[in-house]
C-alpha cells in the first residue's frame, strides 16, 4: 500500500499541477483515487509547493513561501463537506497581487473571491497548546484582504480531500497597506462588505470565520504542529472568509471593506 | 385594474383579524389576482385604522426586501414598508409567547428614532440629517397566510409582516458609527445562526430611509419625529420556536435579548 501510496500522491500532484499550468481543469482525485485520504491530501499539496518552490521548468523566478491560507472556516462551509474543521494551504510571494491594482485572469481558472482578515506575525509560533492570547502577543499587525480562491477541478466539485490536495483552493491574495493593531478591533464584531463593479454582493462579520478570526489561527498553528511546522516571523496569515464568496470574470473590480481595518481592492484584467 | 373600495375594506378587515388572532388566511392574490401594490398599500393602511380604533397608535414605520437577495428573490426592485404600533412594541430582553404568533421569524436590523420630520425625495445624507439616534433592533415578523404562501402584495396587505420589535438600549448618534457596515451576529440558544453586516440594508441604511421617505412622499406622507425606523434586515430571517433565547450584537450598539416562551 504505501509504495502506491506514494505513487497516487504524485500522480494526484501532477494531474493538479498540469492543470495549474494548462489552464483546463481535471477530474477530482476523489473521483479516481477514492482512497485517497486527508494525510494522503496534504501530502500533494507539500509536493505541489515543492514544485512550485523549485519552478520544475517553468519560467521566471522560483517562488517563496510568504505564509499561510486558513479555509472552509464557516459553519455552513463545513457542513457542506461534511467536514467539523478548517483546512489551510501554502500562500507563494507569485500569488501576491499588490492593492488597488490588476490580477492576471489567465493565472485563474475558476476565480471568486472573499474579504478576510489578514494577520502578520511579529515573532514566531509554534503549537501545540498555542491559545488564542499567544496569538494576540505574537501578531504585530492586522490589515484587510481579498482573497482570490480559485479551483483547479471542474465545476469547484470538490471533497475536503480535493481542496487540501489542490493547496486549499488558493489562487492569489491582495493585502491593504493600511496595519492596524489586533488589540484596537474588535474583530467579532467587524462587520464585512464585498463590492462587485460597486454593487454590494456579500456581507458578513468577523465572527462568520470560526467564531473570530484569532480562532482560526489558533487552530492553524496547533494543527501545523502535527506536521512538524511552526508559523514564522513575518509570515501572512489569511484567516478566513467575513462573508460569502462571489464570483468574478474578467473585467470585474472588487473591494472589500472590513469596519475598522479599511479596504483593499482589485481588478481582473480583461 | 384597481379593485373595488368595499372589497379594500373586506380585505383589510381580513388581515387585521389574521394578525389580531394569530389565525392563518388564505393569500388575498387568490380570489384577487388582479390586486395592484397601490391597492395593497391601501389595504394595509385600512387595516391600521382598524388598529387605531382599539387604541392602538402608531410609532413607526419599518421597511422590507432591502436586500438584493430578497428583492432578487420576490423578482422586485424596490423595497416596501409597513406601520409599526406601539402593541407591537417590545422591550429588551422581553419574553414573548410562541403561541401569539403563526410562522414567527426574527430578524437582525438597524432602527432610526428621528429626531425631526422628514418628507420628500430625500437622499441618503439628508434622511439622516433628521434622524436623532441609531440603535440596534430584533424584528420579529410572521405571516398571516396559510402554507406561508403569498406574493409581494400580499405581503404588502399584510403590513409588511410586521408583528414586534425590540430596540436596543445602547444608542448612538449616527455620524458617531461606521453605519454603512456595522458587524451584526444573530445567536439562538448561545449559538451563532446568521452574521452580517448593515451593508446589506441597500448598502447603506440611510438609504432606507430615504426610499421610504420617498415611497410615503408618494402618498403625501413623511416621517414624524419621535418615529421609530426599522431599516431592514441585515440577514435572513431566523425561524424561532419555544425555548429560543434570541440575541443579537451590532458592533457599537450593544446587545439585544429575546426569549421565547410556550
New interface residues.
Given amino acids: 500500500m504505501d509504495e502506491r501510496r506514494n505513487e497516487v500522491i504524485v500522480e494526484v500532484a501532477e494531474r493538479l499541477w498540469k492543470a495549474q499550468f494548462s489552464g483546463q481543469v481535471c477530474v477530482a482525485p476523489s473521483e479516481d483515487y477514492p482512497k485517497f485520504d486527508v494525510a494522503a491530501a496534504y501530502a500533494v499539496q507539500n509536493q505541489l509547493i515543492q514544485w512550485r518552490q523549485t519552478k520544475r521548468g517553468l519560467a521566471g523566478p522560483r517562488a517563496t513561501r510568504v505564509g499561510h491560507k486558513i479555509g472552509l472556516t464557516s ?1 455552513a462551509i463545513q457542513s457542506w463537506l461534511g467536514v467539523s474543521e478548517p483546512d489551510f494551504g501554502v500562500l507563494l510571494d507569485d500569488m501576491v497581487v499588490l492593492d488597488g491594482r490588476s490580477a492576471c485572469c489567465e493565472r485563474l481558472l475558476q476565480p471568486r473571491v472573499e474579504a478576510e482578515v489578514a494577520f502578520v506575525l511579529g515573532s514566531d509560533l509554534a503549537g501545540p497548546g498555542v491559545t488564542a492570547a499567544d496569538v494576540v502577543s505574537a501578531t504585530d499587525h492586522i490589515l484587510p484582504a481579498l482573497e482570490i480562491i480559485d479551483s483547479r477541478i471542474a465545476d469547484w466539485k470538490i471533497t475536503y480531500e480535493d481542496t487540501i490536495a489542490d493547496n486549499a483552493s488558493s489562487g492569489m491574495f491582495v493585502l491593504g497597506n493600511r496595519p492596524r493593531i489586533l488589540k484596537d478591533v ?1 474583530l ?6 464585498l463590492r462587485k463593479n460597486g ?3 456579500s ?6 470565520c470560526l ?1 473570530h478570526p484569532i480562532n482560526a489561527v489558533v487552530w492553524l498553528v496547533n494543527k501545523l504542529a502535527g506536521f512538524d511546522q511552526k508559523l514564522e516571523a513575518g509570515s501572512v496569515i489569511l484567516s478566513g472568509a ?2 460569502p464568496v462571489c464570483d468574478v470574470e474578467p473585467g470585474d473590480w472588487v473591494r472589500g ?4 481595518l479599511g479596504s483593499v481592492s482589485v481588478r481582473f484584467q480583461g | 385594474m384597481a379593485l373595488e373600495d368595499k372589497i379594500l375594506d373586506e380585505l383589510a378587515t381580513v388581515v387585521d383579524e389574521a394578525a389580531r388572532n394569530s389565525e392563518p388566511v388564505k393569500m388575498l392574490t387568490a380570489d384577487y389576482p388582479e390586486m395592484t401594490l397601490e391597492d395593497a398599500y391601501t389595504i394595509q393602511r385600512r387595516s391600521m385604522a382598524r388598529r387605531y380604533a382599539r387604541g392602538e397608535s402608531l410609532v413607526g414605520m419599518k421597511m422590507g426586501l432591502t436586500s ?1 437577495a430578497k428583492m432578487e428573490q420576490m423578482g422586485v426592485h424596490n423595497p416596501i414598508y409597513g406601520h409599526l404600533t406601539d402593541a407591537m412594541m417590545l422591550g429588551d430582553g422581553a419574553e414573548i409567547s410562541a403561541g401569539d404568533y403563526c410562522h414567527p421569524r426574527v430578524e437582525p436590523e438597524i432602527a432610526f428614532v428621528m429626531g425631526e420630520d422628514l418628507s420628500g425625495e430625500v437622499g441618503p445624507r439628508e434622511a439622516l440629517s433628521a434622524v436623532e439616534k441609531v440603535c440596534g433592533a430584533l424584528e420579529i415578523i410572521d405571516s398571516r397566510y396559510q402554507n406561508f404562501e403569498f406574493t409581494l402584495i400580499d405581503v404588502v396587505a399584510d403590513n409588511a409582516s410586521s408583528t414586534g420589535f425590540a430596540l436596543g438600549t445602547t444608542t448612538a448618534k449616527p455620524d458617531e458609527l ?1 453605519l ?6 444573530m445567536s439562538v440558544n448561545g449559538e ?1 445562526v446568521e ?6 440594508i441597500l ?1 447603506h441604511p440611510a438609504r432606507s430611509l430615504a426610499a421610504l421617505s420617498a415611497m410615503l412622499h408618494e402618498r403625501g406622507e413623511g416621517l414624524k419625529a419621535g418615529q421609530v425606523v426599522l431599516a431592514g434586515g ?1 440577514t435572513k430571517a431566523v425561524h424561532v420556536e419555544a425555548g429560543d433565547q434570541v440575541e443579537l ?4 450598539l450593544g446587545r439585544i435579548q429575546l426569549r421565547v416562551l410556550q
Fill in positions: 459553519d474588535d467579532r464584531l467587524a462587520g464585512m462588505a454593487d454590494v454582493v456581507t458578513g462579520a468577523g465572527a462568520a467564531g467575513l462573508g471593506d472590513i469596519a475598522g | 438584493k461606521e454603512g457596515n456595522l458587524g451584526m451576529v451563532v452574521t452580517g453586516s448593515s451593508a446589506a448598502e441585515a450584537e451590532v458592533d457599537g
